[in-house]
Nanobody, 126 residues
Framework: QAQLVESGGGLVQAGGSLRLSCAAS???????IGWFRQAPGKEREFVGA????????YYADSVRGRFAISRDKDKNTDYLQMNNLKPEDTAVYYC????????????????????WGQGTQVTVSS
């Protein structure tokens, strides 16, 4: 099992920045930690994740170049730095642990993730 807790959401003006945190515990070694978001009335959308093997982040096209994932191994915490935020980035943001251990490919589908945090609201005003 794994437990994930997100924090850091809030209200920001367009063009601003926020940093979200995802504190993970339990069985996380060898699994990918991903970030998703869900806006009202929309499906949950992949934002980015970190490969379990090389810890290299990969991103959705919609956020590449604006968002950056980093990891503090000592704290077992991942961060999602969000820059140049846009109103369309408004959503509840979640982190999650992959279902498969040591996946050989990027894990982008939400049903490939098994454990989820409670989510944190990000609102970007225009």
């Amino acid at each position: 099992q794994a437990q994930l807790v997100e924090s850091g959401g809030g209200l920001v003006q367009a063009g601003g920045s926020l940093r979200l945190s995802c504190a993970a515990s339990g069985r996380t070694f060898g699994y990918e930690i991903g970030w998703f978001r869900q806006a009202p009335g929309k499906e949950r959308e992949f934002v980015g994740a970190t490969t379990w093997s090389s810890e290299i982040p990969y991103y959705a096209d919609s956020v590449r170049g604006r968002f950056a994932i980093s990891r503090d191994k000592d704290k077992n915490t991942d961060y999602l730095q969000m820059n140049n935020l846009k109103p369309e980035d408004t959503a509840v943001y979640y982190c999650a642990r992959s279902r498969a251990r040591m996946p050989s490919n990027e894990v982008r589908a939400h049903d490939e993730y098994e454990y989820w945090g409670q989510g944190t609201q990000v609102t970007v005003s225009s």
